[in-house]
């Protein structure tokens, strides 16, 4: 089991930046990636950014050269950078923890922060 718990969001005017946070509790030594999902309302969830254990990174097109994605593994930690933010970063932006065990993949969500960037 792993409980992760988000911080930061809120509302910035565009071309702003925010910094989200997760922290990680319970199984973590199994933790193989983390990310960041985001849903806008009427949308579906979308990947945002994602970090494995060993650092390498991916990113959606639409956050590239905007958003940056680390972690800090020894705090069980993942960040999310966001510079440049656009009205259309407007969403609900969900911790993921992913865990691939002999026994199958499981996925670990965070409760969600609403980060909200008017036009």
């Known amino acids: 089991q792993v409980q992760l718990v988000e911080s930061g969001g809120g509302l910035v005017q565009a071309g702003g930046s925010l910094s989200l946070s997760c922290a990680a509790s319970?199984?973590?030594?199994?933790?193989?990636?983390m990310g960041w999902y985001r849903q806008a309302p009427g949308k579906q969830r979308e990947l945002v950014a994602s970090?494995?254990?060993?650092?390498?990174?991916n990113y959606a097109d639409s956050v590239k050269g905007r958003f940056t994605i680390s972690r800090d593994n020894g705090k069980n930690t993942v960040y999310l950078q966001m510079n440049s933010l656009k009205p259309e970063d407007t969403a609900v932006y969900s911790c993921?923890?992913?865990?691939?065990?002999?026994?199958?993949?499981?996925?670990?969500w965070g409760q969600g922060t609403q980060v909200t960037v008017p036009s």
């Open positions: 319970g199984t973590t030594l199994s933790i193989n990636v």
């Open positions: 993921n923890a992913i865990l691939r065990l002999r026994s199958g993949r499981y996925d670990y």
């Open positions: 970090i494995t254990s060993g650092g390498t990174t």
